[in-house]
C-alpha cells in the first residue's frame, strides 16, 4: 500500500523517532550526523499540510541519508577525517533535492564502509575513521555489512522508516540482507548521482532501503523522479504468470542457511502462480571479469573523485594522491584497522577513458549483459532471476580480512542493472534474504515479484521479528 502523509504529524513522528534514536543508537552507531533542526522540518511540513499543501504520499516522513550524499546543511564525509572538518557542500545532491521537495524530513547522515568500501581489500564493513563501526541490530558482534551500514542498520532498529543507500557492487544489497530490510538497488542512471561522492559512474547506483517493499519502491519513487508510480507495482496478485528463474551454479549452495531460506521463498512463489524455471544458470564468469571490473572502477574513481573533491570548498585534499597522503599522515586513526592499497592501485594503474579502461569496460558489458542477464532471462522467457542474496552475517573483524561468502551482485554490478533484495526468515537469530535480478529498467516488473513474495512470506510466517540488540550470536 502507498504511504499516506503522517496521520499523527511530522512531528509527533519524529519525537518518536528521537526518542527510538536515544534509545538504542548508542548500541548500533548507524547515524554518524544527527540533523539539529529535524523538528523544525517537521513543523514546518506540518503548517504545510495544515494548509492543505502536502507535497505528496511521503510528506511529513523521515529519510536518513548516506554519508557520502551531499547535503548543503549537513556535514559529507564518505567516512572520512580529510573532510570532516570542510564545510558543507555548497548545494544538496540532486536526490536530496527530490527529497524535501516531496517533504520529506531529512534526519540526518549515516555512516558507511569509509569511501564506500573503495579504500582497501582488507577493509571492515561498517567502519569508518569519522563513523566509527556500525553495528548490526540482530546481533552486535556482527556485521551490518557494507557500504551501505548505516542506512541499513537504522532501518532494522527503527531509527527511521527510511534511508537512501548507494550501490556499485553490494553495498545496498549487502546491508539490506544483513540487517533483514528491504533494499532497491535501481538501474545505473535511474537515480541521478551528481552530489553523490563516486567510485564509478558505470556503477554507481543510488536506492532505497526500508522494512517493506511498497516503501522502498516508495521513496524509490521521489528518488528517481521520472514519472514512474514505483509503489504501484507493490500490489498483491501479480506473480501468476511470472517466469522465475533459478541459476544455480555460483549463486547457490555457498550457505545452508542462506539456501534453505531461499528454497522456502521458492516454493512460496510457485504456490502463488509463479513458475519456477530451475538451472537457468549464467555462463561461468572467469577471474579476468572481476579483474577487469576492479580495473574499471580503480579508473574511474580516479579521475571522478577529483571532479567531486573540486567541487567541495575549505580546506580538504582535491586528488587522490592528496587523500592517501593524508590518511598517511594521519595514520593512527585512519590507517588503524587497514590501508589503503586500492587508493594506490588506482594510482598505479590505468584511468578512465584509456585504452585499457574501455577495453576492460567493453568485456565486463559484454558478459553480463547479452552474454550473461540478457541471455539468460531472453533464452528461458524470464520475468526474473532469483538467489540467495548473501550468507548470514559474518562476525565483526578489525583485524583480520573479511569472509563474506556468496555474493548475488557482481554480474548485475557490471552490467548496470536492479536487483530488490527481501528478507525471507531469520537464519541461528541473523537476517537471511533473496534477490531479485532483472534487465536495465525492469523495477516495475521485480517490485511486483518482491512484493508478491513478501505478501506470501508474511502469510506463512510474518515478517521477520524485530531486533533485540544480543551481544552475541
Not at 592501485?345 to 568485456?363: D, I, N
Amino acid at each position: 500500500m502507498v504511504p499516506s502523509p503522517s496521520p499523527a504529524g511530522a512531528r509527533a513522528a519524529v519525537e518518536q523517532l528521537l526518542e527510538r534514536i536515544d534509545a538504542v543508537e548508542p548500541l548500533v552507531n548507524a547515524i554518524c550526523t544527527p540533523h539539529p533542526e529535524a523538528l523544525a522540518q517537521a513543523d514546518r511540513l506540518d503548517r504545510e499540510a495544515g494548509e492543505g499543501a502536502a507535497r505528496g504520499p511521503l510528506h511529513g516522513r523521515a529519510v536518513l541519508v548516506k554519508d557520502n550524499v551531499d547535503t548543503h546543511d549537513l556535514p559529507t564525509t564518505a567516512g572520512s577525517l580529510a573532510l570532516a572538518d570542510a564545510p558543507p557542500p555548497t548545494r544538496d545532491a540532486t536526490l536530496v533535492r527530490r527529497l524535501r521537495d516531496a517533504g520529506m524530513v531529512v534526519l540526518g547522515k549515516t555512516n558507511l564502509s569509509e569511501w564506500a568500501n573503495i579504500r582497501d581489500e582488507g577493509s571492515t564493513s561498517g567502519w569508518s575513521a569519522y563513523g566509527g563501526l556500525t553495528r548490526n541490530p540482530y546481533a552486535l558482534n556482527r556485521s551490518a555489512g557494507g557500504s551501505s551500514s548505516g542506512s541499513g542498520a537504522a532501518v532494522a532498529a527503527g531509527l527511521a522508516p527510511y534511508a537512501v543507500g548507494t550501490e556499485t557492487d553490494g553495498s545496498i544489497t549487502c546491508p539490506a540482507a544483513f540487517n533483514g530490510c528491504v533494499g532497491i538497488k535501481p538501474t545505473v542512471g535511474t537515480v541521478p548521482t551528481a552530489g553523490v561522492v563516486p567510485v564509478s559512474s558505470s556503477q554507481d547506483s543510488a536506492g532505497a532501503m526500508a522494512l517493506t517493499v511498497a516503501d522502498a519502491a516508495a521513496l524509490l519513487g521521489v528518488l528517481a523522479a521520472d514519472g514512474t508510480d514505483y509503489a504501484a507495482y507493490a500490489v498483491p496478485g501479480r506473480l501468476a504468470g511470472k517466469r522465475i528463474g533459478v541459476p544455480r551454479a555460483t549463486y547457490w549452495g555457498y550457505s545452508s542457511h542462506a539456501d534453505a531460506a531461499a528454497e522456502r521463498a521458492l516454493s512460496l512463489l510457485a504456490a502463488e502462480g509463479a513458475t519456477i524455471v530451475d538451472h537457468t544458470d549464467l555462463p561461468a564468469l572467469g577471474e579476468e571479469v572481476w579483474e577487469d571490473e576492479l580495473l574499471v572502477l580503480l579508473a574511474e574513481l580516479r579521475v571522478e573523485v577529483e571532479a567531486y573533491l573540486a567541487t567541495r570548498e575549505g580546506t580538504v585534499p582535491r586528488t587522490l594522491r592528496e587523500v592517501v597522503d593524508f590518511n598517511s599522515a594521519h595514520a593512527g586513526t585512519e590507517l588503524a584497522h587497514f590501508g589503503q592499497a586500492l587508493f594506490e592501485q588506482a594510482l598505479a594503474g590505468p584511468v578512465a577513458g584509456s585504452p585499457e579502461h574501455l577495453a576492460a569496460r567493453g568485456r565486463g558489458v559484454a558478459a553480463t549483459r547479452d552474454g550473461g542477464i540478457d541471455r539468460v532471462l531472453r533464452e528461458h522467457g524470464l520475468d526474473a532471476l532469483v538467489t540467495p542474496s548473501f550468507a548470514p552475517a559474518n562476525p565483526i573483524d578489525l583485524v583480520n580480512h573479511e569472509s563474506f561468502p556468496g555474493s548475488c551482485t557482481g554480474p548485475s554490478a557490471i552490467a548496470g542493472y536492479p536487483l530488490v533484495t527481501v528478507p525471507t526468515e531469520l537464519a541461528a537469530g541473523l537476517p537471511v534474504a533473496v534477490s531479485f535480478w532483472g534487465t536495465a529498467g525492469s523495477e516495475g516488473g521485480l517490485i511486483e515479484v518482491a512484493h508478491g513474495y513478501e505478501t506470501a512470506r508474511d502469510a506463512s510466517s510474518g515478517p521477520l521479528p524485530p531486533p533485540t540488540f544480543p551481544t552475541f550470536v
